[in-house]
């Protein structure tokens, strides 16, 4: 069987497109033999379903070229597999339309995990969720990655975001890019109607009080060649965790190669230490459509070296995001949660015993949704 899955890919990637190059699709087939992970190890989820006044597609939703579609990418590996599906969980449980809502998963081409089992474990968590998942290729950013202040930071899954242009098929024109280690208590919807203006190319909450200066090193910033990049520009800080992209204008402008060059530069002259974050900061802060803070309340997992507890900024929450060191269930597991840890928990379909729960913190701050009643349909 493993024999025929290999000339599946094979002949995939003969066919496919340039831009596809490096990138393969599972198969919709029915997958036997061993577990890796074990199907049984998550609960499955509710079978939600759209509430009144949703799109209606004209036949059952087969195609990720269904215009009545909201996208939603992000990575799928079985280091942040929990993650991934308690953001989809999250995700479904408050959107108005939740069959309207399609995945696109992300899969590293060597992970521990093999794609097919990934996409299994998915299908038996979510049976009627519209996802399809790719297998994306280390080579193709391996040699541009350097060193980081976090080893976690130098996964080349972290740079998948980089190729959604490429990745995803011609007619997705727009993607709402996600983080695995977060959680939605809104409507996606909200975020997908948000409007980028006068031909912005993403749109993310922007934090001008950052201090910028801190995200590029001495290098860059007494070179300046490099630091007139932002002499045209009014540069804020963004966390490219939480994303609203057209990908129609990422195409057009060859984005992906404009963060390459910067990654290349890299490798040559050091002029940060973040990981992925400092490429997109370098072609895009400054002209960013602005999006409320509401929508990434971020840092929740403390710093890049100790992971401290950190506490909510002001104002409303729609994503709470664990983005740092430390990650919610596996302070859970430890017994050493941080108390916002414990909004994390009711979106966990994981099985697990002997741990003490407590709901009623979460469910004061965020009372079940209206919609968790409405749910998803099947793709794969």
């Not at 379903?49 to 036949?59: T, W, Y």
């Not at 519209?130 to 080349?156: G, M, Q």
């Not at 190669?257 to 997109?280: A, C, H, T, V």
Request: charged share 20%; aromatic share 12%.
């Amino acid at each position: 069987m493993m024999v025929g899955f290999r000339q599946y890919v094979a002949v995939l990637l003969v066919l496919s497109a340039p831009f596809c190059l490096g990138i393969r699709s599972i198969p919709s087939r029915s997958i036997d033999g061993g577990d890796f992970l074990g199907f049984d190890r998550f609960t499955e989820a509710p079978d939600y379903r759209n509430g009144r006044g949703c799109p209606v597609s004209a036949n059952k939703i087969t195609s990720s070229c269904d215009p009545s579609l909201v996208h939603v990418a992000m990575t799928l590996d079985s280091e942040y597999l929990r993650g991934s599906i308690a953001a989809v969980h999250s995700a479904l449980k408050h959107a108005s339309c939740p069959e309207n809502v399609f995945f696109h998963f992300i899969s590293a081409e060597f992970d521990s995990a093999s794609p097919r089992v990934l996409t299994q474990l998915v299908r038996s968590t979510f049976p009627s969720l519209n996802f399809k998942v790719y297998i994306f290729r280390e080579d193709t950013v391996i040699n541009l990655i350097s060193s980081s202040i976090r080893e976690a930071l130098e996964n080349p899954l972290n740079y998948a975001r980089n190729y959604l242009g490429d990745i995803l098929d011609p007619c997705v024109d727009r993607v709402i890019y996600i983080d695995s280690d977060l959680v939605l208590v809104d409507d996606i919807h909200k975020l997908w109607d948000i409007t980028l203006t006068k031909s912005k190319i993403i749109g993310a909450p922007e934090y001008c009080h950052a201090n910028f200066t801190k995200y590029f090193t001495d290098n860059f910033w007494s070179d300046p060649l490099l630091s007139r990049v932002f002499g045209s520009r009014k540069p804020c800080y963004f966390n490219t965790g939480v994303m609203v992209m057209d990908l129609v204008r990422w195409r057009e402008g060859n984005y992906r190669k404009r963060i390459e060059n910067w990654m290349e530069i890299q490798r040559r002259k050091r002029i940060y230490d973040l990981g992925s974050l400092p490429p997109f900061l370098l072609v895009f802060a400054g002209n960013v459509e602005a999006i409320d803070h509401r929508w990434n309340q971020h840092g929740l997992g403390g710093d890049n070296v100790k992971g401290s507890c950190r506490s909510l900024h002001p104002g409303p929450v729609s994503l709470l995001h664990w983005s740092g060191k430390g990650k919610p269930w596996v302070r859970l597991d430890n017994k050493q949660p941080c108390p916002l840890d414990y909004l994390w928990e009711p979106y966990d379909l994981f099985k697990h015993s002997n741990r003490i729960k407590d709901h009623h913190q979460s469910s004061v701050l965020f009372p079940p949704s209206s919609s968790s009643l409405i749910g998803f349909s099947s793709f794969l």
